[in-house]
């Protein structure tokens, strides 16, 4: 069963610290790797996307690893805002033809000052 | 901003009530999609469109009614819903089918629905 796994479910953080969030998925035959910004009461919006072939990709203070033989990614974000405050989702995509996007459930990250 | 609006942004409705949302983005995009959105769960797809037909129902209970009368708007229809269908909908647009998932897509800000 195609499904996305990711952890910890929720963060705190002091403001300027960095933190780690991970993404491990079971999606096959895979195509591609999205991390998303969840701001509370608003849409997902894209930071970065990856295929199969890159190991890793940023956005600003945002880096996305990919390792596609074990199936995980991580999303790193340095020196954290204010206004990192958020969920962050990860979503995989397989390449089976299909429109699903696999969505992850998630982790709340929160940032104080 | 996304390009893609949504309306209303909340709504309170009761289990007789008929009601609907709409979704319109601004991108030229040829895909649209609503999603569900539950606490502590991951998004559900409901319903994809693709030049304006509907190409996938992730066995959508009949309660949601979608319409896509062009490729720049989607409704949703509600009528006798429960109240566990309380959660954010959101819509959602792409360029392409993404039949490899190879189409971003953006999202709408959502409409945070209560059933009572």
């Known amino acids: 069963k195609n499904q996305v796994e990711q952890s910890p479910q929720s963060l705190i953080i002091l403001e300027g610290k960095n933190c780690t969030l991970q993404?491990?998925?079971?999606?096959?035959?895979?195509?591609?790797l999205r991390w998303y910004k969840q701001d509370t009461g608003r849409g997902p919006v894209s930071l970065t996307i990856?295929?199969?072939?890159?190991n890793t990709k940023s956005n600003g203070r945002y880096t996305a690893t990919l390792d596609a033989d074990t199936k995980q990614s991580s999303l790193h974000i340095t020196a954290s805002q204010l206004s990192d405050s958020a969920s962050y989702i990860c979503?995989?995509?397989?390449?089976?033809?299909?429109?699903?996007?696999?969505f992850g459930t998630g982790t709340r990250l929160k940032v104080l000052a | 901003e996304t390009g893609v609006t949504q309306t209303p942004r909340h709504l309170v409705m009761g289990m007789t009530n008929k009601k609907s949302l709409k979704c319109e983005q601004h991108?030229?995009?040829?895909?649209m999609y609503w999603y569900k959105q539950s606490a502590k769960k991951p998004l559900e797809l409901m319903f994809v469109?693709?030049?304006?037909?509907?190409?996938e129902n992730n066995s959508v209970p009949s309660r949601f009614s979608p319409e896509c009368p062009n490729s720049s708007h989607l409704f949703l229809h509600l009528h006798t819903l429960q109240p566990e269908d309380s959660a954010l909908y959101l819509c959602?647009?792409?360029?392409?089918?993404?039949?490899?998932?190879?189409?971003?897509?953006?999202f709408g800000p959502g409409t945070r629905l209560t059933v009572t």
């Open positions: 959602a647009s792409s360029q392409g089918p993404g039949t490899s998932g190879s189409y971003e897509q953006y």
């Open positions: 993404c491990n998925y079971t999606v096959s035959p895979f195509s591609n």
């Open positions: 990856m295929t199969f072939s890159e």
């Open positions: 979503v995989v995509s397989g390449a089976s033809g299909t429109y699903k996007y696999i």
């Open positions: 991108l030229g995009h040829n895909a």
């Open positions: 469109y693709n030049f304006k037909e509907q190409t």
